[in-house]
């Protein structure tokens, strides 16, 4: 089956500093990434949508210039918040479509103290 | 915005009983997902429904996707504390010419031995 890989699984930083997360498909190629936030008890939103070799798309109220998504080759994506403060505090997930269907990867919890 | 709306938000049942949750929505999805995420952790797929009325059963889960495609639900039959978890239907839908899932609000399920 499909394996996306997510490091790290959790990261705790000070507030203005910048995290980087990443998501690794390791047996398939991916040329789209979705990524989602999820706060504490609620469901998975919806943040953006990576595609290999173009700009990332970002939904309604996700500021492109805070949550910076690269997706530079087909089997890597990044998301890097950028001098986060503690309400980015959530758990970041990633997700690729491929063959299988839809895999994700194991989540990132971020704290920002 | 598209929203899947889960009832209920809350379960809290004994071990043995049956229960059912539904995912409602006002738009036409082309296939529907559940998955069921334990804290921490990635959700982690259950069943795909594609065809509108289309039932498929998982051991003791039984989902059915409307007939309209805008609705789908789980029963869930003498249920287990391993059941417990958070459960999430997500909508496959087509949008700026990338089809990606939307999540519902999520059933937070507690099984009591």
């Known amino acids: 089956g499909a394996v996306v890989s997510q490091h790290p699984s959790r990261v705790i930083c000070k507030s203005g500093t910048s995290v980087k997360i990443e998501c690794r498909s390791l047996?398939?190629?991916?040329?789209?990434m979705f990524w989602y936030r999820q706060f504490p008890k609620q469901s998975l939103m919806l943040m953006a949508t990576?595609?290999?070799?173009?700009?990332?798309?970002?939904e309604q109220g996700v500021e492109k210039d805070k949550f910076l998504i690269n997706h530079a080759s087909l089997t890597l994506s990044t998301l890097t918040v950028t001098s986060a403060h503690p309400e980015d505090s959530s758990f970041y997930i990633c997700?690729?479509?491929?063959?299988?269907?839809?895999?994700f990867g194991s989540g990132t919890r971020l704290t920002v103290v | 915005t598209q929203l899947l709306e889960q009832s209920p938000q809350f379960l809290s049942i004994q071990e043995g009983e049956n229960l059912t949750v539904y995912c409602n929505s006002s738009s036409v999805f082309s296939s529907l997902q559940w998955y069921r995420q334990e804290p921490g952790e990635g959700p982690v797929l259950l069943v795909t429904?594609?065809?509108?009325?289309e039932v498929k059963k998982l051991k003791r889960l039984t989902f059915q996707f409307g007939d309209a495609r805008k609705d789908s639900s789980l029963h869930i039959t003498a249920a287990q504390p391993g059941d417990t978890g958070l459960y999430l239907c997500?909508?496959?839908?087509?949008?700026?010419?990338?089809?990606?899932?939307?999540f519902g609000t999520g059933t937070r399920l507690k099984v009591l031995a």
């Open positions: 047996d398939f190629q991916a040329t789209t």
């Open positions: 997500a909508g496959l839908t087509p949008t700026s010419g990338t089809y990606k899932y939307i």
């Open positions: 997700s690729a479509p491929n063959s299988y269907g839809y895999t």
């Open positions: 990576s595609n290999e070799g173009s700009k990332a798309t970002y």
């Open positions: 429904v594609v065809t509108g009325g």
